[in-house]
Antibody, heavy 119, light 110 residues
Framework: QLQLQESGPGLVKPSETLSLTCTVSGGSISSSDSYWGWIRQPPGKGLEWIGT???????YYSPSLKSRVTISVDTSKNQFSLKLSSVTAADTAVYYC???????????WGQGTLVTVSS | QSALTQPASVSGSPGQSITISCTGT?????????VSWYQQHPGIAPKLMIYEVSNRPSGVPDRFSGSKSGNAASLTISGLQAEDEADYYC??????????FGGGTKLTVL
């Protein structure tokens, strides 16, 4: 059973870069039938897809976030990461890391981590 | 891209059937058979209930079914149970190689 665990700062200052890591256990991040991505959920609101990556480095991002987002995969550590630059209060959300057999769906979710943007 | 359109809330009594709609465009729902549905109980991560319009992952009861017609997809839950009370989200692959979610629907079991 694949397990995902997010880690990173819970508080980020406005204009800085949000950085999160997702550690994968129970499976290999180099699996040919897996995509690795991030989804967020502002408090009390709906889900928003951020982007996804294949272990080869191919990436796909939300058009609305594309200019600020980088998702990368570290096969040596079985981890993948999210960087979101120039954050504002609107980026405050629970961030979920995710896995899907195809990039259009999520089969496994991390437990989520709340990131608050505030000075 | 705009979020897919879902009703804010639906309700039903135990044993009844309910349907949640998810309306998009020809650039997402209507253009691809990559519609998924997720169930989310308060405070925990969502769970995949339906993928590729009408397929159920292992372990999901057959009370849950999905369908699509044109630019709209639907999730039907038959034989409603108390534990079905949750938020439900649809999602679709899009022509920009991204994924878009619906705004979510709160299901209340009366």
């Amino acid at each position: 059973q694949l397990q995902l665990q997010e880690s990173g700062p819970g508080l980020v200052k406005p204009s800085e870069t949000l950085s999160l890591t997702c550690t994968v256990s129970g499976g290999s991040i180099s699996s040919s039938d897996s995509y690795w991505g991030w989804i967020r959920q502002p408090p009390g609101k709906g889900l928003e897809w951020i982007g996804t990556s294949y272990y080869t480095g191919s990436t796909y991002y939300s058009p609305s976030l594309k200019s600020r987002v980088t998702i990368s995969v570290d096969t040596s550590k079985n981890q993948f990461s999210l960087k979101l630059s120039s954050v504002t209060a609107a980026d405050t959300a629970v961030y979920y890391c995710a896995n899907g057999r195809i990039r259009s769906r999520v089969d496994y979710w991390g437990q989520g981590t709340l990131v608050t943007v505030s000075s | 891209q705009s979020a897919l359109t879902q009703p804010a809330s639906v309700s039903g009594s135990p044993g009844q059937s309910i349907t949640i709609s998810c309306t998009g465009t020809s650039s997402d729902v209507g253009g691809y058979n990559y519609v998924s549905w997720y169930q989310q109980h308060p405070g925990i991560a969502p769970k995949l209930m339906i993928y590729e319009v009408s397929n159920r992952p292992s372990g999901v009861p057959d009370r849950f079914s999905g369908s699509k017609s044109g630019n709209a997809a639907s999730l039907t839950i038959s034989g409603l149970q108390a534990e079905d009370e949750a938020d439900y989200y649809c999602s679709s692959y899009t022509s920009s190689s991204s994924v878009v979610f619906g705004g979510g629907t709160k299901l209340t079991v009366l």
